[in-house]
């Protein structure tokens, strides 16, 4: 079955009357998710309309996803570069040995697959993508989005050129109780101008371990170790390289910054409205960081055979507008929105500070304004706004245009980090300013054959 674009009109009359009574429904709830039983309301899961899906990338984080997307379309094909772990994927999801791939173009070239999910490390997700957008594919992709500040830029010109469903897997965004609820507070000024934001992110890998030199190692039998390096450059095999820690070298990913980064700077960015091109910090000061490996004044790792990405800091982002934004591994995990009213936190777990235990938001936080938070759609769980979108049109509630201006921040703090400095930075031009050797950290040189091409 080929599904109909994000931008098609979906010809079922009656849809209008399920949203509009589907959103009283929600008026009258405390609830704020809706598993997905709006797309099975309509029968849309049924064998004969159910949307096939190609997953590559079968690690935890990708089997999960699978499991996910099982529940709202059929798991056709499956596609890892590991032996192994495809053949486990194969026996859980039961799919047929003709459709499990070791390269992601076979998912791409069949014409009956209409999403595909990413689930790969970093580095491969932004060409990967995008070869599935030109393959008119809707997609799915782990968070973080990018490699490099520059791949964001492509992805985005990708997703105005092929405009269909995108979601990015940073759930925070469907958390609406939690986030939802501290990012209505910023919006709509109960906390005052926000002075202060601090993200708390785990200190990773562990600045107390992993000191000494990683060994070289045979490559696996099970593993297409060429395929799975990619864009990046060519080196000996390293297990600590691969499944697991890659986040934790730069040539793969951008570490905790990226990673957890990627959920609760995008939640700051969003809180603040500044999750859209043309906004951003104005510098990026990196001095207080630490990797477990040194660099040299060019940026350069002194090792290949250790982490290199930051696993301590404290970075300052300052906005044109006085606020100041600090990443750091010295808080909680999770938010503090400071404002000239008061203050908040907020994680996975929980929401709290005066402004939360006096209900100051009482009434101020509708079903009305977590919609709005939701894109004007109905209030469903991650995946199935993703389903949804794919059905319906419409911007996904975690899209791509502003998860790269979370990954922007990220990566310039990476770079910041690298040359140990006050990086500057142009929000509207999108370059750095005086420091050529940051701005040209901005993009990296692939790998001949793993080009990223957007035509």
Not at 114 to 137: F, N, R, Y
Not at 418 to 437: F, I, M, Q, Y
Request: aromatic residues 10%; glycine residues 8%.
């Amino acid at each position: 079955m080929k599904t109909q674009s994000a931008n098609s009109v979906f010809s079922v009359i009656s849809r209008r009357d399920l949203i509009r009574s589907s959103t009283i429904l929600l008026a009258t709830t405390p609830t704020v998710s809706v598993p997905a039983f709006l797309p099975c309301a309509r029968g849309e899961n049924a064998p004969s309309n159910r949307i096939r899906v190609g997953c590559v990338g079968l690690g935890g984080m990708g089997t999960g996803d699978a499991y996910g997307h099982r529940h709202h379309g059929e798991l056709v094909a499956l596609c890892d570069v590991d032996k192994n772990r495809l053949g486990r994927a194969q026996e859980k999801f039961q799919v047929s040995s003709e459709s499990c791939y070791g390269d992601y173009r076979r998912i791409l070239d069949r014409n009956d697959i209409d999403l595909v999910s990413c689930s790969t490390p970093d580095h491969w997700h932004v060409k990967i993508v995008i070869e599935a957008l030109m393959a008119g594919k809707h997609v799915f992709c782990q968070k973080p989005l990018t490699l490099t500040v520059a791949e964001g830029f492509l992805i985005r010109q990708a997703c105005e050129k092929y405009q269909n469903a995108f979601q990015v897997g940073t759930q925070q965004r469907s958390q609406l109780n939690l986030f939802g609820r501290a990012v209505n507070f910023c919006r709509k000024g109960i906390l005052g101008k926000i002075k202060k934001v601090i993200v708390g992110l785990p200190a990773s890998p562990n600045p107390n371990q992993d000191v000494t030199p990683f060994p070289v190692a045979p490559i696996p039998q099970e593993l297409d170790w060429n395929m799975w390096l990619g864009q990046a450059p060519y080196t000996e095999f390293i297990q600590r390289r691969c499944h697991g820690t890659f986040r934790y070298w730069f040539e793969y990913a951008s570490g905790v910054i990226a990673d957890w980064g990627a959920h609760h700077i995008d939640i700051v960015l969003w809180a603040l409205e500044m999750d859209k091109k043309g906004t951003g910090p104005i510098s990026i000061d990196g001095t207080d960081s630490r990797s477990l490996c040194g660099f040299d004044a060019q940026g350069n790792p002194d090792t290949d055979k250790m982490y290199n990405t930051p696993c301590e800091f404290d970075f300052n982002c300052r906005f044109e507008s006085g606020t100041e934004l600090h990443i750091t591994t010295r808080a909680d995990n999770g938010i503090i929105f400071e404002g000239e009213k008061g203050r908040i936190f907020v994680n996975r777990e929980r929401i709290t500070g005066k402004p939360i235990e006096e209900g100051w938001d009482n009434g101020k936080y509708t079903e009305e304004d977590k919609i709005a938070l939701y894109n004007g759609n109905p209030l469903m769980d991650h995946k199935a706004n993703l389903y949804y979108c794919v059905r319906n049109g419409g911007l996904c509630v975690s899209d791509p245009f502003s998860h790269v201006q979370t990954m922007t921040i990220a990566h310039l703090c990476g770079i910041a980090a690298r040359l140990k400095r006050v990086v500057r930075w142009d929000p509207v031009a999108e370059k750095v300013l005086g420091d050529e050797l940051a701005q040209s950290f901005l993009s990296r040189e692939q790998r001949k054959g793993f080009e990223i091409v957007l035509k």
